[in-house]
């Protein structure tokens, strides 16, 4: 067995979170399922949580390589707030001076993305009991050594020494394996939505879930 640290992220894995990230993206698979240029996807979803907030970012490191990850925050209210502040001026940036390729899949992304959100597709979380949130990726290799559970034991410590008072996350029923994690951990099915996101690319329905727990 190589040696498994958890520990907590330092600038220099911020590449490497990125690399797992977008390699996982999609249900575990590679971003490029569903988008062409996966620095749209870094820039957008986890340059947050490696530039704004990267004290509550953990990585699972085996032989001094990150393997995995877990990004989170303790208040995602404000964190969009921040985010409005710190990364879509610097997406936007980038984004006029061409440093983005759009192709036809993410534009049928976005487009699907908007379709979801008009007719109701995203579950109900309520912020005020659960305020915090997290995700997890795990690199394809090291999935199945318990690091996921290791990864949220670190950051639900974190959260209660901080005083947090519930903490949520949100995911579909193709992700099998980390809903039972959750479940295992003490998580919480809060609601649970049919989604055709995903239709053309899985041939089965597939939910949105929001699970929660309190601390």
């Known amino acids: 067995?190589?040696?498994?640290?958890?520990?907590?992220?330092?600038?220099?894995?911020?590449?490497?979170?990125?690399?797992?990230?977008?390699?996982?993206?999609?249900?575990?698979?590679?971003?490029?399922?569903?988008?062409?240029?996966?620095?749209?996807?870094?820039?957008?979803?986890?340059?947050?949580?490696?530039?704004?907030?990267?004290?509550?970012?953990?990585?699972?490191?085996?032989?001094?390589?990150?393997?995995?990850?877990?990004?989170?925050?303790?208040?995602?209210?404000?964190?969009?707030?921040?985010?409005?502040?710190?990364?879509?001026?610097?997406?936007?940036?980038?984004?006029?001076?061409?440093?983005?390729?759009?192709?036809?899949?993410?534009?049928?992304?976005?487009g699907v993305m908007i379709s979801a959100g008009l007719h109701g597709e995203a579950p109900h979380i309520d912020f005020r009991k659960f305020p915090a949130h997290l995700h997890i990726n795990v690199d394809a290799p090291w999935r199945g050594l318990g690091l996921g559970h290791k990864l949220m034991d670190a950051y639900l410590a974190q959260l209660r020494l901080l005083g947090v008072r519930g903490v949520h996350l949100e995911t579909t029923s193709m992700n099998e394996v980390a809903c039972r994690l959750y479940e295992k951990v003490g998580f919480r099915l809060l609601d649970a939505r049919p989604t055709r996101m995903w239709a053309g690319m899985i041939d089965h329905p597939v939910e949105n879930r929001a699970y929660g727990k309190k601390l």
């Open 1 to 110: 067995m190589p040696d498994l640290i958890i520990r907590p992220f330092q600038p220099a894995d911020r590449q490497a979170v990125f690399q797992i990230g977008a390699d996982t993206a999609f249900f575990g698979a590679p971003i490029e399922k569903y988008m062409e240029d996966r620095r749209i996807f870094n820039d957008i979803f986890y340059a947050y949580y490696t530039d704004v907030e990267p004290q509550y970012t953990w990585v699972a490191v085996a032989d001094g390589k990150v393997v995995g990850f877990l990004a989170g925050c303790p208040d995602v209210r404000a964190k969009y707030g921040r985010w409005l502040i710190h990364i879509f001026p610097r997406f936007m940036a980038r984004l006029l001076r061409g440093g983005y390729h759009f192709g036809p899949l993410i534009w049928h992304y976005i």
